[in-house]
């Protein structure tokens, strides 16, 4: 079965350092790839996906993702944190053969921006 | 206003308490999603629903019923509530029209306790 792992549950950077959050998928076979933040007391937004295409994906606030499928990886970047950027967030894929289209998260990674 | 509502936004219950969470949505989508979230485990799916006349099980639905009223709405019960189903409940929708590779939207959550 699909599986998405998320390399550390805690990340805690400088404000205007480099923010990454790993990401990595279990299928031999490339899924569609998505990025989400939780901010508190919300649901779940939408940072950006991939389906196809070109592998560097933009998404809003300055986020982007590289997939690479040679290391079944999606991480999450940022050149420079902001203090806004404290959240949690969350990988999650769904399989392109999947008629249910359902979503499998990985368990989250929160990311800390300190002053 | 939200496209995706989800009521109440709390709610603290007794155990054995019957329980519904309600949901609606206004972006017309045709799927509908339960989630619960549990601090270092992520969403994990609870059920979907494809239509009005099409409900699906996810990982864990045990001790969980839903009910698709109309395609905007869709409800999560729990029968006779107990301690350990204390959580963060998301509900979500996606255009399955337009094929697996569609974003999830959610809703700003339901936190149940249940002493």
């Known amino acids: 079965a699909q599986s998405v792992t998320q390399l550390g549950s805690h990340v805690s950077v400088s404000e205007g350092a480099l923010v990454l959050l790993r990401c990595n998928y279990s299928s031999s076979v490339p899924p569609y790839l998505f990025w989400y933040v939780q901010y508190p007391n919300q649901g779940l937004q939408l940072l950006l996906k991939y389906t196809t295409g070109a592998t560097l994906v933009k998404g809003i606030n300055g986020f982007e993702a590289e997939f690479k499928k040679s290391e079944t990886s999606f991480h999450l970047t940022k050149p420079s944190a902001h203090m806004s950027d404290a959240a949690e967030y969350f990988c999650a894929v769904s399989d392109q053969g999947d008629s249910s289209y359902k979503l499998i998260f990985g368990s989250g990674t929160r990311l800390l921006v300190r002053p | 206003d939200a496209d995706v509502t989800q009521t109440p936004r709390n709610r603290i219950t007794k155990t054995g308490k019957r329980i519904m969470l309600e949901c609606s949505q206004t972006?017309?989508?045709?799927?509908m999603y339960w989630y619960r979230q549990d601090p270092g485990l992520g969403l994990r799916l609870i059920y979907y629903?494809?239509?009005?006349?099409?409900?699906n099980k996810g990982e864990i639905s045990d001790g969980y019923s839903v009910s698709r009223q109309a395609q905007a709405k869709f409800s999560l019960s729990l029968e006779s509530a107990i301690p350990n189903q204390t959580a963060l409940y998301f509900c979500a929708t996606s255009d399955g029209r337009q094929g697996s590779n569609q974003p999830q939207h959610f809703g700003d959550g339901t936190r149940l306790s249940i002493l």
């Open positions: 629903s494809f239509d009005v006349k099409d409900i």
């Open positions: 972006k017309g989508h045709d799927r």
